[in-house]
């Protein structure tokens, strides 16, 4: 059988015939088969024009479709109520389970099922049976369900005594129905379960099917057992439909690419494909072509699309690549010309520009042309005026540099005469300071009344917080001069050595006149700081001499620090004033001569 037009199935799907109440004919009938005879009923039948319609499927091909139960079918339904004579007889009948449903056998072979509680006749088995476990009719095609009768007395014993049989050894409580097949032996689950798959597959099971409305579809296939439990089934089904979309989607692409890939190889349809090529062009192209042949016309776009596209987007690079080195040449022409100017308009330009080769490119239109050509034309006056605003910004820089020059020379003269004031009423101050003020304990409120009497007071201009500190100063200098005084009265009389006291050189400095340029307190510290700072002189000129020593070769890195070498090391260079500075602090002295000669060892005699 040929699949429905809209795709979904193979065949019509079976119409289930409903009973009516008892007519006459029936009666008759009744009256004709005699007591103990089966009965049934038979069905109303709505004629053609009334419930089928004619429609045309996208092949072309006719179909019947059933305005009430939506039933299609690719064969023309009989019209109005079948004729008795070729009805069939029933000869025997089998009880189902403990169902009030009967399996009806007739004397053409065609089996049908008949409820004796609702007087239902149906040629498929009724949804409620398929859950259940027994042997499978074979599918009848077509024809009237004859009547039956709700007697089950003359079931067939036989066949009720096998059924009873299989129940009875059915365990107690039984929750998922399980066929008898043999686990351990013939395929794995894995292959049970694609087996069963495939089955789906073939029956043209829906994409998200309900598993009672497919279930007719494929029940009697012999492959529905091969899942021994019911609930099996319906997981693996529920499955499938779940995934078929993807699977479609997957078979559809690879179709799609098979044929792309078909006619990709194919050198004689690809070299009379061109970019301006139509569909229907295509269609004519791929006639006979078998890639083809099992796609939809919307795939057979799609890859024609494919096929094309690149076809397309070739050409349209050529032309923009032809239309971008046309726009370069143009460009360059409009840069080579000459007379053109910031002001030169198009017609004039264009007689100009007529007579190069360039101009006449065949990817350029004439409205690109004078486009490039305003382009060109602004960028000439953006450069015009680029070129003068430059002009009047480095004008104006000059100018300014100018000022600013002459500004700076105008500062520098008036600070340097400035200066020049500053200094001169500075000095006079500071002149009449040294005349005015020589004791370093003076005050400056007492020493101003001194300095304000004196006529250079006001003839020096400075402020009064400038000649408090220079007075200040003065003083400071006077102290440091004193000081300094002392200091080389110290230097030229006392004698100090390390240990010395001020008390113990006293004597030696009292009677000079440097003595009393500074107090008993400030005596006293200059004392002490003078021989820290000999104490210092010493070592410092110490270690002078260990370095001249070791550059004339007296002290290197091989002198030896022990013994008569070290002795006779030490009375050489003992005849140095320096050395005899540090007469009093023996052991440092010689301490810090070792110490030099092993730092030449350590550094290589550097």
Same mark, same amino acid.
């Given at each position: 059988?040929?699949? =429905? ?10 119409? !289930? ?18 007591? &103990? ?36 079918? *690719? ?13 069939p007889k029933p000869v025997a009948m089998e009880k ?12 053409? &072979? ?13 040629? #498929? ?49 039984? #929750? ?41 579809? /494929?029940?009697? @296939?012999?492959r529905f057992k091969i899942l021994p439990k019911y ?59 078998e890639a083809f042949k099992i796609l939809v016309t919307?795939? %057979?776009? $799609?890859? /024609? ?22 726009? @370069? ?33 065949? /990817? ?16 000439? %006056?953006?450069? #015009? ?18 000022? =600013? ?9 008036? %600070? ?12 006079? /101050? ?6 005015? !003020? +020589?004791?370093?304990?003076?005050? *400056?409120? +007492?020493?101003? =009344? ?5 006529? +250079? *007071? ?8 400038? =000649? ?30 390390? @240990? ?36 210092? $002189? ?20 091989? #002198? ?43 550094? &290589?005699?550097?």
């Amino acid at each position: 059988m040929m699949g =429905k037009p809209d795709g979904t199935s193979d065949a019509p799907k079976p119409v !289930i015939l409903m009973p009516t109440p008892t007519s006459a004919p029936a009666k008759s009938m009744l009256a004709e088969l005699g007591p &103990g005879r089966p009965i049934y009923q038979t069905a109303n039948l709505v004629p053609l024009e009334e419930e089928w319609a004619e429609a045309k499927a996208p092949d072309g091909r006719t179909y019947y479709y059933n305005k009430r139960t939506k039933q299609t079918s *690719w064969t023309k339904p009989a019209l109005g109520v079948p004729s008795t004579s070729e009805k069939p007889k029933p000869v025997a009948m089998e009880k189902i389970g403990s169902t009030s449903w009967r399996k009806i056998q007739t004397n053409t &072979g065609k089996q049908y099922y008949y409820n004796v509680e609702t007087k239902e006749t149906t040629w #498929s088995m009724p949804i409620e049976l398929f859950a259940m476990d027994f042997e499978d009719p074979e599918q009848n095609e077509g024809g009237d369900a004859p009547e039956g009768n709700g007697d089950d007395t003359s079931e067939s014993s036989s066949v009720g005594e096998k059924r009873k049989s299989e129940q009875s050894d059915e365990p107690e409580g039984k #929750s998922a129905k399980t066929d008898d097949v043999d686990e351990s032996d013939g395929p794995t689950e894995q292959e049970r379960i694609e087996i069963f798959k495939q089955m789906l597959r073939e029956k043209n099971v829906a994409r998200f099917g309900n598993w009672e409305k497919e279930l007719p579809k /494929f029940a009697f @296939d012999p492959r529905f057992k091969i899942l021994p439990k019911y609930a099996d089934r319906i997981t693996v089904f529920e499955d499938y439909v779940r995934n078929v979309v993807v699977e479609q989607k997957q078979e559809r692409k690879d179709k799609i690419q098979s044929a792309k890939d078909a006619a990709s190889n194919n050198e004689s349809l690809m070299s009379q494909l061109t970019p301006d090529m139509t569909f229907d062009q295509f269609k004519e192209l791929i006639r006979g072509e078998e890639a083809f042949k099992i796609l939809v016309t919307k795939d %057979k776009e $799609k890859v /024609f699309q494919e096929l094309v596209e690149p076809l397309k987007k070739k050409e349209s690079e050529e032309k923009e690549n032809n239309r971008l080195n046309a726009m @370069d040449d143009f460009e360059d022409l409009l840069a080579e010309t000459k007379g053109i100017t910031a002001l030169t308009p198009w017609i004039k330009a264009r007689k100009l520009l007529e007579k190069d080769e360039r101009f006449h490119s065949e /990817f350029l239109d004439a409205k690109s042309k004078e486009d490039l050509f305003q382009k060109y034309i602004g960028l000439l %006056k953006e450069e #015009s005026q680029k070129k003068k605003d430059r002009e009047e910004a480095a004008k104006k820089e000059r100018e300014q540099q100018v000022s =600013k020059t002459r500004q700076v020379e105008t500062r520098e003269r008036e %600070k340097v005469a400035g200066r020049s004031r500053d200094q001169e009423n500075t000095i006079l /101050f500071q002149v009449m300071l040294r005349e005015e !003020i +020589r004791d370093p304990r003076a005050s *400056w409120s +007492r020493s101003r =009344k001194i300095l304000e009497a004196d006529s +250079r *007071w006001e003839s020096s201009h400075i402020p009064t917080e400038m =000649k408090e500190k220079l007075f200040r100063d003065h003083l400071k200098n006077i102290q440091a001069e004193r000081a300094a005084e002392f200091r080389s009265l110290l230097a030229d009389k006392a004698d100090i050595d390390f @240990d010395s006291r001020f008390d113990d050189i006293r004597h030696r400095i009292i009677d000079d006149p440097r003595y009393d340029s500074v107090d008993s307190e400030e005596r006293r510290e200059i004392f002490e700081k003078f021989r820290r700072d000999f104490k210092k $002189k010493c070592y410092d000129d110490f270690d002078d001499m260990l370095t001249e020593s070791h550059r004339i070769g007296h002290v290197t890195s091989k #002198s030896v620090t022990h013994g008569k070498p070290f002795e006779n090391l030490v009375n050489l260079i003992s005849t140095d004033k320096r050395w005899q500075k540090m007469k009093d602090f023996e052991s440092d002295r010689e301490s810090m001569l070792i110490e030099f000669i092993e730092k030449l060892k350590k550094k &290589g005699d550097q």
